[in-house]
């Protein structure tokens, strides 16, 4: 259970009751046909923006557009006494053991003044020191002078490893009341926009533009920034004042060392501290540290045995060596540090130190310096009183406020791993991994109280994931699928998006691709609940094809409605490689409208653009897809380089279409079949002739080499007088360049009747005497023979099923068709004369 809310079951055996009873089974229903009990899911559902978030701890977080009705309440203002009991909640716990000592400000009255004067005139302050130079409390001191001065009071945050976004949520937190409501980015701004308070932040970790961004965005706001000056400095538009905080003077770091000992200094003691002052150059942090290794002479002078392996929580054992007997203070002098232990006392102070407190600074280092809990102590440690070993740690100088909780103070994590505190730090951040993946799993832990210790979770993992060690990537999955959960539905989703990353990558180095496919699709889902819709495509999309390829189908049809949102939130198609056949896909896609099931014939999935995509002369206009429709052909990129090979598809058929009328009307070749038109299709209700509007199924133009052709009889040409329906029209070409199909006649030149056929070269048929009289009958009256060669007998119909040789390509869903005139079975070709 959770260790900071211990109930009254702890107390006593389970069959010690005042009745006489026994405690009923935890597990009354885990015996039934010898199945142990499912462990309840943790299913929590907040609204981001206008999305509904389910986090789901099984298949994945459910992401949909918020439901009419279910949008969530507006944000309230806290009142003054609800933002202090705010701060409280977010404020470092106080550690086990006697209170600590209050310490004063030296030399640092001015710095104070001139901050809170530049803070009420709504100035911006940076207050730039190096670390250990008492930041934290000038920033308490120069807070709670303020704290009148705007209408929302101070906010207090932390800026360390936290993002100009992390801190825009944690002030609009500090100032509304939005219980399972983390807002959009619009809204956001427009809510930090309305805040008026001074805002302290402490540890800055961010600045440049992100810095920028941030004065930008809360216009209203004054800030203090405490920072390092290794930090980048923010754009010359900022209009932020610069303040430098230097170290103590000589005096003022004697005065600050009698106060930590509690008692006046000696001349060898003040010797000592000089030097010590010219070696630190002045920085608070080392003289509270110095003092707190005299206190601890002063102790061995009175007790030796004070700092022996036996600390007051573990009794002496009988056979342990006898106690020798005090000397008095005159005879014992412990000497004082060295000036190098003096500037480095981390590794000198913690050897005085309880076996628990070190062992809690081995677990500390293997965390990277977060400190965890104390009431996660004894369980880590496996000491009962282990959770008083934050009460020693910090009153030593060793430990700094850090948000709601402690970490190591400046420069210590460095000598302590020097000091040899970092062997077997990989096995210490396991143990972690372990005990926090059980706490966070545990029902009675709220998703609050797991965002408080993020930051030692994700040092945990953070320290496992590159380990080589065999089992160490497996127990940063176990957590980081523990805690990714919890993270998100507490609102902590910087960390969150650290978990997930760890746990992507762990799962990753140890193969477990079921769990590499959960954090994918996770990290889709964050990047889609933050607006990020490109990442969201392909964290999904991964996610997606990892399931699919484990056959987990409840995963991908969660991993598909996500990915359905992305497409309807970017307008655009989803890539046609993550639909699989027999999947029941929800609807993802859209159609355009006529597009036959299945997608156009003949084109293909995808197309590789190799070459620069060609100009399409006549493209196909389909009209623009219906919002919410069903299935697409292509998406996304590849849909362009499907149009382009589309399109240069259709530029060849037309090429060929083109290609085979002019061959069919220009001049030939020689040895080619000459296919004269006689007779074309109309409208007529007499004529059995095909519809104008109606390719023929004919048989396609020959195209063998002239010398495998079968010999052709000749067919003399029969003139005839073009008319308006029910006669025959001439060709798809005429003399005058007249196109085909109007209703302008044209007059073919007749054809000698003492002509012999064709030439012998197979080319066209040219007349040996040309007409003396052409014909000149109007459209309107019916064709009339000529002097010249009248004709005996004339065509009125042709037979049925001959081919038309007549070429249309005027789009692309039109066809070739061809006819020719050739003698029907039984007629003499010759016998063209009465």
Not at 139 to 150: E, F, I
Not at 166 to 177: K, N, R, T, V
Not at 185 to 199: D, H, M, Q, T
Not at 745 to 767: K, L, R
Request: charged share 20%.
């Amino acid at each position: 259970m959770d260790p900071t809310h211990q109930g009254p079951e702890e107390y006593g055996p389970e069959h010690d009751r005042s009745d006489g009873r026994r405690r009923p089974s935890r597990e009354s229903n885990a015996a039934d046909f010898g199945q142990p009990a499912p462990q309840q899911v943790r299913v929590v559902q907040l609204t981001a923006g206008d999305l509904l978030l389910t986090v789901n701890p099984v298949d994945g977080s459910e992401v949909e557009a918020c439901p009419p009705g279910a949008e969530p309440a507006a944000p309230v203002r806290r009142t003054p006494a609800d933002r202090a009991d705010h701060e409280r909640a977010g404020a470092p716990p106080v550690p086990a053991g006697p209170p600590a000592l209050q310490l004063p400000l030296l030399e640092r009255q001015e710095e104070r003044e001139r901050l809170v004067g530049l803070l009420a005139r709504g100035r911006s302050v940076r207050l730039t020191g190096q670390a250990g130079s008492g930041r934290t409390a000038l920033l308490a001191a120069v807070a709670a002078d303020c704290a009148d001065l705007a209408p929302d009071g101070v906010v207090r945050l932390n800026g360390h490893r936290r993002t100009a976004a992390d801190l825009l949520y944690g002030l609009f937190d500090a100032i509304h009341h939005a219980p399972l409501h983390r807002p959009g980015p619009e809204e956001l701004l427009a809510l930090v926009r309305s805040i008026g308070a001074v805002v302290v932040i402490d540890d800055l970790e961010i600045g440049g533009a992100a810095l920028d961004g941030l004065l930008e965005a809360t216009p209203e706001c004054a800030f203090l920034l405490g920072t390092t000056p290794d930090l980048t400095a923010p754009g010359a538009d900022a209009r932020l004042e610069e303040v430098l905080l230097a170290g103590l003077g000589r005096s003022a770091s004697l005065e600050l060392l009698e106060k930590v000992v509690e008692r006046p200094l000696t001349e060898e003691e003040r010797n000592w501290a000089g030097d010590l002052w010219f070696e630190s150059e002045g920085l608070p942090l080392r003289f509270v540290q110095a003092g707190s290794l005299l206190r601890q002479r002063d102790l061995l002078n009175t007790d030796p045995t004070a700092f022996d392996e036996y600390d007051y929580f573990e009794p002496r054992p009988d056979d342990a060596p006898p106690v020798p007997e005090a000397p008095t203070p005159e005879t014992l002098d412990v000497p004082l540090p060295s000036l190098g232990e003096g500037a480095a006392p981390a590794v000198l102070l913690a050897s005085r130190l309880s076996e628990a407190a070190r062992e809690t600074l081995r677990f500390t280092v293997a965390l990277g310096g977060e400190v965890p809990h104390q009431a996660h102590l004894p369980a880590l440690v496996g000491d009962t009183h282990a959770d008083a070993a934050l009460g020693e740690l910090a009153s030593c100088g060793l430990l700094s406020p850090a948000g709601p909780r402690y970490r190591l103070a400046a420069g210590v994590l460095a000598q302590l791993e020097a000091g040899g505190y970092a062997e077997g730090a990989a096995a210490h951040a396991r143990t972690a991994a372990q005990h926090y993946a059980w706490w966070i799993s545990h029902p009675s832990v709220t998703p609050q109280r797991a965002a408080a210790e993020a930051d030692a979770v994700v040092a945990a993992m953070g320290r496992l994931v590159p380990d080589g060690e065999a089992g160490q990537a497996s127990a940063a999955v176990l957590l980081a699928r523990s805690a990714a959960p919890a993270l998100a539905a507490g609102l902590s989703w910087g960390a969150w998006e650290k978990a997930l990353r760890a746990g992507q990558e762990a799962a990753r180095i140890a193969g477990e691709v079921a769990e590499e496919a959960y954090f994918h699709h996770e990290l889709g889902v964050l990047a889609l609940c933050t607006g990020n819709l490109d990442r969201a495509r392909t964290e999904l999309e991964t996610s997606i094809s990892m399931r699919g390829a484990l056959a987990d189908k409840s995963g991908a049809v969660a991993g598909r409605r996500a990915l359905a949102l992305v497409t309807d939130r970017s307008g655009g198609l989803v890539s046609p490689g993550l639909v699989q056949a027999g999947d029941d896909i929800p609807a993802v896609h859209q159609d355009f409208p006529g597009t036959p099931p299945g997608g156009f014939p003949g084109l293909p999935p995808f197309v590789r653009q190799e070459e620069e995509p060609t100009t399409v002369a006549a493209p196909l206009n389909v009209p623009a897809p219906k919002r919410g429709g069903g299935r697409a052909i292509l998406g996304g990129a590849r849909r362009n380089l499907a149009a382009a090979g589309a399109g240069a598809l259709l530029v060849g058929v037309l090429g060929t279409v083109v290609a085979l009328g002019l061959a069919a009307n220009g001049p030939e070749a020689p040895g080619s079949r000459n296919v004269t038109t006689e007779q074309s299709a109309t409208e007529g209700a007499t004529d059995d002739g095909l519809p104008a509007d109606e390719p023929d199924q004919g048989p396609a133009p020959d195209d063998r080499t002239p010398g495998d052709e079968a010999p052709v009889e000749p067919v003399p040409s029969v003139p005839v007088a073009p008319t308006t329906s029910g006669s025959p029209s001439p060709g798809p070409s005429s003399p005058d360049g007249s196109p085909p199909g109007t209703d302008e006649p044209s007059s073919p030149p007749p054809t000698d009747p003492t002509s012999d056929g064709p030439s012998p070269s197979g080319g066209p048929t040219t007349p040996t005497k040309p007409p003396t009289t052409p014909p000149t009958t109007p459209p309107t009256t019916p064709p009339t023979e000529t002097p010249t060669t009248p004709p005996t007998e004339t065509p009125t119909e042709e037979p049925p099923g001959e081919p038309d040789t007549s070429t249309s390509a005027s789009g692309p869903a039109e066809s070739v068709s061809a006819s020719a005139s050739a003698p029907t079975a039984g007629d003499d070709p010759t016998e063209t004369d009465a």
